[in-house]
T-cell receptor
């Protein structure tokens, strides 16, 4: 899992509540990413950021929000607008440039009931 | 449509045996192809990254091959160990990463 930490490992929430997932890296990477993993599907990109105070939507950004106030931190908020929030969420970071390797955190499993 | 397809979906082998996982892709433009190993409940860990010009790349008992003409890649695992039990994900880099759904490998003693 390199120098990327995600917390908590398991998270339970009631439907209608917003929840924030933490992601911190000490690899001095410029880029950070959030993915969602569902059974039987490939990882899907939610949001990514290449520089502090800037981020872009990925393929499935609806119902999610992010911030990038510090280079080391990229928290993800799952809002009540996300229709199917129960999933395994993975944060990753990388340097910029071609053939960059993405380093993944250990993941947070979110269950919403 | 950019797609990455992996086969088989799951595989069971005995410890010490070899196995080969397949990845076919329809992605354009192509930058590089990656193989990741993901233990259950953990984040993926990179095994190899291959660019267009590379045919083979090894990482210990893991050897990846790439045929850019047929758009196929394989991951060969030699002398499997119990710790090889995991999902193996093929990822193709175009202007973004396209992830396959993975092959679930189980190694039994």
């Amino acid at each position: 899992d390199g120098g990327i930490t995600q917390s908590p490992k398991y998270l339970f929430r009631k439907e209608g509540q917003n929840v924030t997932l933490s992601c911190e890296q000490n690899l001095n990477h410029d880029a950070m990413y959030w993915y969602r993993q569902d059974p039987g599907q490939g990882l899907r990109l939610i949001y990514y950021s290449q520089i502090v105070n800037d981020f872009q939507k990925g393929d499935i950004a609806e119902g999610y929000s992010v911030s990038r106030e510090k280079k080391e931190s990229f928290p993800l908020t799952v809002t009540s607008a996300q229709k199917n929030p129960t999933a395994f969420y993975l944060c990753a970071s990388s340097t910029l440039g071609t053939s960059y390797e993405q380093y993944f955190g250990p993941g947070t499993r979110l269950t919403v009931t | 449509k950019n797609q990455v397809e992996q086969s088989p979906q799951s595989l069971i082998i005995l410890e010490g045996k070899n196995c080969t996982l397949q990845c076919n892709y329809t992605v354009s433009p192509f930058s590089n192809l990656r193989w990741y190993k993901q233990d259950t409940g953990r984040g993926p860990v990179s095994l190899t990254i291959m660019t267009f010009s590379e045919n083979t790349k090894s990482n210990g008992r893991y050897t990846a091959t790439l045929d850019a003409d047929t758009k196929q890649s394989s991951l060969h695992i030699t002398a499997s160990q119990l710790s090889d039990s995991a999902s193996y994900i093929c990822v193709v880099d175009t202007d973004k990463l396209i992830f396959g759904t993975g092959t679930r490998l189980q190694v039994f003693p």
